[in-house]
């Protein structure tokens, strides 16, 4: 009888054994460290392989003389904003307390928390300006949320220093594309360990965990107390109660999945067909089912056909067709103020039912509701400032944000007026509404540079009676551009001298691609 035994993945503790592979490590990560007076900057997120690579700094550092740790070390962690609650939570709380330890142990590690500029957040972008649930063909959210940050702090921190080396928990097992295309820079080195990243200039990574596996990097935070006093057991914990049937072994054979396949991301991510992560902490913790509301609104984002939700016209009011039918646009108001109302109700939700911690959860700042009222107030000309009002039904409290008295030239007590006499028509009362809006606005400036072109745009943008018209006009103006005739460029008599172009019996001239015949 013919047995087949499981065959463990290599480890990159196989060949000196565990103890001796760490000493080199941080030997190497000291060396590197003390070689030049280039800052460090340590990408953090909270998950394993983030906190792998820092505790690997953090032992590299502490085993040093004190005047020796001469450069700083900026741990930059990346809060989207829009992160798994209980993750955020985690990492903000983790931050906090490497800032202190650091202190304690005279080491020159410097935490950061980063978020995206207020115009860039998630809730600015699809609430207010309407931007639909992220795509992978309309992928909006990724630069603004998370590159856009990070690579800001990284650009100072080379404009005020010449040059920084990222230090990432980047791995190659992590896929086949992610190993092919770190082999490729690796090939570009210019010095050893150090890659040249990609995207921003006078950068070098070091990746000391580039050939860990998953179970590698379960192994050494098991086995190596957090060096600023954080519990890595609880980090175990939190990945398992992330895992759908709820295990999370540290040494598999190659059929069984590994812990570290769980992933945390923003809880509103469409860019997936499933939230697993939320949805086993949900289903494995009953402490954690006061996050259902997110999954549930999470949920809503995600549909299939959303074209009910969205405008017709594109963001600046063209009409463009895709196999005869309109390519769907920014949300509509009325679907922009359902969202705003979900959003604040599953906060309130949350705040009242949910645990202690959670009584101040805080799903969209003031200074992006704020932004998003300026946006829909003078951008979109929708002066009837419907955010206040939408607030207050949600949470049952006063909106605290600024007044908008200067913002708004008509006032409110017009739109119920113009209401009527569009007779509940949208495009007309949007299209009546702007045109106010604009002429009004301009009315109280010193210079009205602008004006029609600004009224012309809205007239544009909403003369149509409907969708069916608009449609109609579009697929018309399509048809004929298409059967306008191309005009052939007139003939220099030089060609025709020198026999390059003859001319043809009717008249009109042929040029020959043959050369002179």
């Known amino acids: 009888m013919n047995r087949t035994l499981p065959i463990r993945p290599r480890s990159a503790f196989d060949d000196i054994g565990f103890a001796a592979t760490i000493d080199e490590l941080t030997r190497q990560t000291q060396q590197l460290y003390l070689a030049d007076d280039v800052p460090w900057v340590v990408g953090y997120s909270g998950g394993k392989d983030s906190t792998a690579v820092l505790e690997l700094v953090w032992l590299a550092l502490a085993g040093l003389p004190p005047e020796q740790r001469r450069k700083p070390v900026h741990v930059i962690s990346t809060d989207t904003l829009v992160e798994n609650p209980v993750v955020a939570a985690w990492v903000a709380h983790s931050l906090e307390v490497m800032a202190t330890a650091a202190g304690e142990q005279q080491l020159p590690i410097r935490p950061n928390r980063l978020t995206p500029a207020v115009g860039d957040s998630f809730w600015v972008n699809l609430i207010g300006r309407g931007y639909p649930a992220p795509r992978h063909k309309f992928r909006w959210c990724t630069e603004r949320l998370k590159i856009k940050p990070s690579n800001a702090f990284i650009r100072d921190v080379v404009r005020a220093h010449g040059e920084a080396i990222l230090v990432l928990g980047t791995r190659k097992a992590e896929s086949s594309g992610r190993a092919h295309r770190m082999n490729a820079l690796e090939s570009r080195r210019v010095r050893d360990l150090l ?23 379960w192994t050494f935070l098991m086995q190596t107390s957090n060096p600023w006093g954080y519990s890595n057991k609880d980090l175990l914990s939190m990945y398992q109660g992330a895992s759908p049937d709820g295990e999370c072994p540290l040494v598999v054979d190659a059929s069984t999945p590994s812990c570290g396949d769980s992933r945390f991301g923003c809880w509103v991510c469409t860019l997936v067909d499933k939230d697993k992560s939320m949805s086993a902490m949900i289903q494995n913790d009953e402490e954690k089912e006061w996050m259902l509301p997110l999954l549930e609104l999470r949920n809503e984002l995600d549909v299939t056909d959303d074209r009910n939700l969205r405008d017709f016209r594109r963001m600046n009011g063209s009409v463009q067709l895709f196999h005869e039918r309109p390519i ?56 009837e400032d419907r955010l206040p009002v939408t607030y207050k039904e949600a949470t049952g409290e006063p909106y605290l944000g600024k007044t908008l008295d200067e913002h708004l030239p008509l006032g409110t007590e017009v739109v119920d007026v113009l209401r009527e006499i569009t007779g509940g028509d949208r495009l007309h009362f949007e299209m009546v509404r702007d045109l106010l809006d604009i002429e009004q606005r301009h009315k109280i400036r010193a210079r009205r540079a602008g004006l029609f072109d600004e009224l012309e745009k809205a007239l544009r943008r909403g003369f149509y009676d409907d969708e069916a018209d608009a449609t109609s006009r579009a697929q018309y103006r399509k048809k004929q551009l298409e059967e306008v005739p191309i005009e052939e460029p007139p003939v220099d008599p030089a060609d025709v001298t020198i026999g390059y172009v003859r001319l043809m019996e009717t008249g009109k001239e042929a040029a020959s691609t043959e050369g002179p015949q």
């Open 328 to 383: 769907p646009g920014p949300y509509t108001q009325e679907a922009r103020e359902r969202w705003l109302k979900k959003l604040l109700e599953a906060q309130a939700w949350i705040r009242a039912n949910g645990p202690t911690h959670a009584g101040s959860l805080e799903l969209i700042t003031l200074d992006e509701l704020e932004e998003i009222r300026r946006i829909w107030v003078v951008e979109k000309h929708e002066f």
């Open 195 to 217: 890659s040249p990243n990609q995207s921003l200039q006078n950068c070098l990574v070091y990746s000391p965990v580039e050939n860990w596996s998953n179970d590698d990097v």
